[in-house]
C-alpha cells in the first residue's frame, strides 16, 4: 500500500497546549497537505507544503516536512476544543495527480 | 458554489441489491476522485477522473465496483451486488490542476452505506 504512517494514533490535550502529529510516506512526493475531520464529516484542507519547502505557518499551524526521512509534522499552537477532530497528511506522489492519505491522528483537546 | 455534493447522504440496503452512490463536483474542477473509508483500511483511494476520463481505477476492489463519469458535473460509484464488507462511508472530492500540479481537494460530506 502507498498509504503513509501517522503517529500517534490518538493525542489528548489540554487547551492551551500544542498539539504534534508526525506523518511519514514511501515514495517521493510533489506535495503534502495536512486535512482535517470532523466526526462524521468531510475532510478539510488545512495546508499544503511543496516537496522543495522545509517549512510553512498558516495561523496557528506549523507545518515542516523532510524529503530525505519522508515525514512530515503538523503543529497546532494553543490549542482549543474545537480543534478536536482526527488529522491527516495526504500525498501527492512524483508524476502523479492522486491524494494518497495516511492513517490519521485522533486528536482530543479537553477545556 | 455548493461545494462537493453527494447524495444520498445514508444508503441501507440488503445484501447482494445494487447501490449507487452520486457525486456533483465542483465547477470547472478537472480533477474527481473517489474514496472509501473504514476504521480499519482508513481512507482509500478507489478511482479518480481526469476531465471525465477514468486514469487509474487501481484501487476498485473488485468487478462488483463501477465508476462513471458521463460528464463534467456528474459522476457515480456503483455496487452490484453488495456485499456487509462493502459497509463504509464514500467520499467524493474534485480539485483543479493549477500551474500543472494538483493542488488541495475539496470533499463531499460522504455517503454512509450500511449493507445488511
Known amino acids: 500500500s502507498q498509504q503513509g504512517e501517522e503517529d500517534p494514533q490518538a493525542l489528548s490535550i489540554q487547551e492551551g497546549e500544542n498539539a504534534t502529529m508526525n506523518c511519514s510516506y514511501k515514495?517521493?512526493?510533489?506535495?503534502l497537505q495536512w486535512y482535517r475531520q470532523n466526526s462524521g464529516r468531510g475532510l478539510v484542507h488545512l495546508i499544503l507544503i511543496r516537496s522543495n519547502e522545509r517549512e510553512k505557518h498558516s495561523g496557528r499551524l506549523r507545518v515542516t516536512l523532510d524529503t530525505s526521512k519522508k515525514s512530515s509534522s503538523l503543529l497546532i499552537t494553543a490549542s482549543r476544543a474545537a480543534d478536536t477532530a482526527s488529522y491527516f497528511c495526504?500525498?501527492?506522489?512524483?508524476?502523479?495527480?492522486?491524494?494518497?492519505f495516511g492513517t490519521g491522528t485522533r486528536l482530543l483537546v479537553s477545556p | 458554489d455548493a461545494g462537493v455534493i453527494q447524495s444520498p447522504r445514508h444508503e441501507v440496503t440488503e445484501m447482494g441489491q445494487e447501490v449507487t452512490l452520486r457525486c456533483k463536483p465542483i465547477s470547472g474542477h478537472d480533477y474527481l476522485f473517489w474514496y472509501r473509508q473504514t476504521m480499519m483500511r482508513g481512507l482509500e483511494l478507489l478511482i479518480y477522473f481526469n476531465n471525465n476520463v477514468p486514469i487509474d481505477d487501481s484501487g476498485m476492489p473488485e468487478d462488483r465496483f463501477s465508476a462513471k463519469m458521463p460528464n463534467a458535473s456528474f459522476s457515480t460509484l456503483k455496487i452490484q451486488p453488495s456485499e456487509p464488507r462493502d459497509s463504509a462511508v464514500y467520499f467524493c472530492a474534485s480539485s483543479l490542476v493549477t500551474g500543472g500540479m494538483n493542488t488541495e481537494a475539496f470533499f463531499g460530506q460522504g455517503t454512509r452505506l450500511t449493507v445488511v
Open positions: 495526504a500525498t501527492r506522489p512524483t508524476g502523479f495527480q492522486k491524494l494518497v
Open positions: 515514495t517521493s512526493i510533489n506535495n
